[in-house]
């Protein structure tokens, strides 16, 4: 499975962002996706994750209200819109993949992209 993610850059504080994840090589149906985010210093993190039918997701509490996670079978992608940003929502966002259903820790997941970043500016 390679993974693509786009989307990321500068935004404004309380503005949004739309990131994609496009997957490629293998039935994507069958992966939970998952999206991370790791700020300079810190370790990586769970930010929220999806099931491979796309019918039951969780996210992490920092982004719960604020983030949208989806995906589109049909297309082979995942996105996670991101609105009311903050400035602690700085950092590179991940999407990653793992067979069948969601989980939260990152040795859980067996395919990552490359990053993309996303800054938002107070």
């Known amino acids: 499975v390679q993974l693509v993610e786009s989307g990321g850059g500068l935004v404004q504080a309380g503005g949004s962002l739309r990131l994609s994840c496009a997957s490629s090589?293998?039935?994507?149906?069958?992966?939970?996706m998952g999206w991370f985010r790791q700020a300079p210093g810190k370790v990586r993190e769970f930010v929220a994750a999806?099931?491979?039918?796309?019918?039951?997701?969780y996210y992490a509490n920092s982004v719960k209200g604020r983030f949208t996670i989806s995906r589109d079978n049909a297309a082979d992608t995942v996105t996670l819109q991101m609105n009311s940003l903050k400035p602690e929502d700085t950092a590179v966002y991940y999407c990653?993949?793992?067979?069948?259903?969601?989980?939260?820790?990152?040795?859980?997941?067996?395919?990552w992209g490359q990053g993309t970043q996303v800054t938002v500016s107070s």
């Open positions: 990653a993949a793992r067979p069948r259903e969601i989980a939260t820790p990152i040795y859980e997941y067996d395919y």
């Open positions: 090589g293998r039935t994507f149906s069958f992966y939970a």
């Open positions: 999806i099931n491979g039918r796309g019918d039951s997701t």
